[in-house]
C-alpha cells in the first residue's frame, strides 16, 4: 500500500513521521508513504469543482483539486497496486459531524473517487501528544503536573495552550505574546521531542486511536 498523507502545518508532519513508523515500521517496507504539508488548514471553497488558486497553499482550500487529481492518479494504477490518500486535519472549533459531511461531500464530487480516509485530531493536533502523559514527562520532566492533570482528552479547551502552560517556561501567554511564527516554531519542538516516545497502543486520545486504527486497517487490507 502507498500512502500519500496530506497534513496542515509542519508541526504536524514530523509527529506523522514518527506515528507513521511506530504504525508500518521504520522503512514501511512493504508499504510506502509521501507526508505532504500544507500553509495552515484554509477553508473549503464554494464551488467544489474549481481549481483552487495555486498561490494559495492551505490543505482546505486545495482539497477539492488535490482529490479530482489523486483519483485519476490511482486510476492509471494497476489492480496489484494499491494507494490511498489520508488527510489528517485539526478539529479546531467545528462540529465534528457537520466537519466530516464537508470532508465526504468533496469526495463524493470526485470522479473517479480515490481511496481516501479523513482523520481529524480533536481539537488540535497537540491533543495526540496529550495522549500520552508519559511522552510528555519523558521529552518534558520539568512539565507542570497541574497542568497535565487537568488535561480531559479530546476536549475542546485550547490544546496546544494546554501543552504550553505544561512545557513552556511561560506558558501559552508568552507563546502569544511572540505571534504565530514562534507557536509555530514551538509545536515543531514539541513534535519532535514528543513524538518519539509516544506509545501508539496506550495512547489515551480516541482521536488518535481512530487514526491508528485507520491505517493499520488500510494496510493490512492491502497485503
Not at 511522552?135 to 487537568?150: F, N, T, W
Amino acid at each position: 500500500m502507498h500512502f500519500e498523507i496530506l497534513v496542515e502545518d509542519a508541526s504536524g508532519k514530523i509527529a506523522l513521521s514518527h506515528f507513521l513508523d511506530k504504525i508500518l515500521g521504520p522503512n514501511g517496507a512493504p508499504h510506502t508513504r509521501r507526508i505532504i504539508e500544507y500553509k495552515g488548514i484554509g477553508a473549503l471553497p464554494k464551488n467544489l469543482l474549481t481549481d483552487a488558486d495555486p498561490k494559495k497553499k492551505a490543505l482546505l482550500t486545495k482539497l477539492p483539486s488535490l482529490l479530482r487529481g489523486y483519483g485519476r492518479t490511482f486510476q492509471g494504477y494497476g489492480a496489484e497496486y494499491h494507494a490511498a490518500v489520508v488527510v489528517v486535519c485539526d478539529l479546531d472549533r467545528r462540529n465534528y459531524d457537520i466537519f466530516m459531511g464537508e470532508l465526504m461531500s468533496v469526495l463524493d464530487s470526485c470522479t473517479p473517487r480515490p481511496n481516501t480516509i479523513f482523520h481529524i485530531a480533536v481539537e488540535e493536533g497537540e491533543a495526540w501528544l496529550l495522549g500520552d502523559r508519559g511522552a510528555i514527562e519523558q521529552a518534558y520532566p520539568s512539565a507542570k503536573s497541574a497542568v497535565l492533570d487537568g488535561y480531559v482528552q479530546d476536549s475542546i479547551c485550547g490544546t496546544w495552550e494546554v501543552l504550553a502552560d505544561a512545557v513552556h517556561n511561560k506558558g501559552s501567554v508568552d507563546l502569544k505574546a511572540k505571534g504565530y511564527p514562534e507557536v509555530g516554531i514551538t509545536k515543531c519542538e514539541w513534535a519532535k521531542k514528543i513524538s518519539p516516545f509516544v506509545d501508539i497502543i496506550n495512547n489515551e486520545s480516541p482521536s488518535f486511536q481512530h487514526f491508528r486504527s485507520g491505517i493499520s486497517t488500510l494496510a493490512l487490507g492491502s497485503s
